[in-house]
């Protein structure tokens, strides 16, 4: 079945840098849903984002959704040592796939 | 509230024996079950699911199997397990329909040697 690329595979950054991951289909995603992991964790449910063209904020996490529903990016603002671990996106449908993941390291 | 109970956390097997890794949800009826596994530093790799008591859909053949005997209980099995059966197994439950989000267990470090 189709399943969303996710990119980069691995990003390290320096504390307060900060960072992006991306996920890229070539068929139109019904939803995609964003979770994170920590090291030694489980995933954990971050969103879940519906509308072509939606935007949603946590803090200092930036959800956004593509116009043609083909993408979805997750932005952190001025990262810290607690951003670590690794980002999944996932396309809702009946495929119940997930992205291949982003490992974000942070240096303090 | 609802809870997702997975065991055990970190498990050692020789190559050959069987395995049998249980999980259970509380606090919500009928809901849809998973098992994934994660290779060290790797992705989800979807195993099986279940949308109800008996119904089982594999996504990958191999030697595991799973079963559900009860509408909140989620065995993985296998009769003889190889290296290659070594990762981080993850249950976790959704409720039916459409906008399904997932809950996870905590997981349970396979090392099999």
């Known amino acids: 079945g189709q399943q969303v690329m996710q990119i980069p595979q691995y990003q390290h950054v320096q504390e307060g840098e900060d960072f992006t991951t991306y996920c890229n289909s070539s068929t139109t995603l019904s939803n995609i849903q964003w979770y994170k992991q920590r090291p030694g964790g489980h995933p954990v449910f971050l969103i879940q984002?519906?509308?072509?063209?939606e935007v949603k904020k946590q803090k200092r996490l930036t959800f956004q959704f593509g116009e043609a529903k083909k993408n979805s990016s997750l932005h952190i603002t001025a990262t810290q040592t607690t951003d670590v671990g690794t980002y999944f996106c996932?396309?809702?449908?009946?495929?119940?796939?997930f992205g291949a993941g982003t490992r974000l390291t942070v240096k303090p | 509230s609802q809870t997702i109970h997975q065991w055990p956390a970190t498990l050692v097997q020789p190559v050959g024996s069987p395995l049998s890794l249980e999980c259970t949800v509380e606090?919500?009826?009928?809901?849809?079950l998973y098992w994934y596994r994660q290779a060290a530093g790797r992705g989800l790799q979807l195993l099986f699911y279940s949308v109800g008591i008996g119904q089982i859909s594999s996504e990958v053949p191999q030697n595991l199997s799973a079963s559900r005997p009860q509408d909140r209980q989620f065995i993985l099995s296998s009769k003889k397990l190889l290296l290659s059966d070594s990762g981080f197994y993850l249950c976790a439950w959704s409720v039916g329909g459409g906008f399904e989000k997932l809950f996870f267990g905590s997981g349970t470090q396979l090392s099999v040697l």
């Open positions: 606090g919500t009826s009928n809901p849809n």
């Open positions: 984002l519906v509308k072509s063209g």
């Open positions: 996932r396309d809702n449908n009946n495929d119940m796939r």
